[in-house]
């Protein structure tokens, strides 16, 4: 959006003002071609903690900042990656919190992800009704939900890969799994809103 804004008022001059250099990239080789970017709009860069030298001494220094912050970011995704694995193998779901759920304090599990209103009223007669068959394709459960709010910004039909992913997911019936991960199926520490059997009839279906 702010080389867009540059590009639509070519006759300004802009100087461009960043907070710390590790913000300014998220990686050494997105650094350099971001900055030559800016060099080929003639914008001057300004930032808080570090001076832009074009020596090569000044270069030198400006690459190894980069790298590091570079390091660092990865070596912080690596960090939170391995708890957040370490969550899922012993049964708690680590991420954004599921639709139909609500994140509550148990006073011996601690967080975890608890049924609402709209689980219980909405989604859960969606699920149970494709498996008995009451809602015969993906595209009724769709406008179920729509019709009820569970969705709100789009027509029915483009939620229809959203359905699938519903469908599909064990987590709906106590169990979770993270494959990208290598977290096989387990027994959650969360409260499902059908039954095992009733998932195992939807995946037939």
């Known amino acids: 959006q702010l080389l867009e804004y540059i590009d639509a008022n070519p006759h300004r001059k802009f100087v461009v003002v960043f907070d710390d250099i590790a913000r300014f990239a998220r990686d050494v080789q997105f650094h350099i071609k971001l900055k030559a970017t800016f060099k080929l709009r003639d914008v001057s860069l300004r930032c808080l903690n570090f001076n832009f030298d074009d020596t090569p001494e000044g270069e030198f220094a400006e690459l190894i900042m980069a790298g590091n912050a570079e390091l ?116 959650g520490h969360h409260v499902g809103i059908i039954s095992n059997e009733m998932h195992m009839l939807i995946q037939r279906r």
């Open 72 to 187: 660092f970011r990865k070596q912080n995704r690596r960090q939170v990656i391995q708890k957040q694995k370490a969550r899922l193998e012993g049964g708690y779901w680590p991420f954004v919190c599921k639709k139909g759920y609500a994140r509550v304090i148990d006073l011996v599990l601690g967080r975890i992800l608890k049924p609402t209103t709209q689980g219980l009223e909405v989604l859960k007669p969606a699920l149970e009704g494709f498996a008995t068959g009451n809602l015969l394709r993906k595209i009724d459960v769709a406008r179920f939900l729509f019709e009820r709010g569970f969705w709100k910004k789009q027509s029915p039909e483009k939620y229809i890969h959203l359905v699938d992913a519903l469908l599909r997911d064990p987590f709906h019936c106590g169990d979770l799994e993270y494959l990208e991960w290598d977290v096989s199926r387990r027994k």
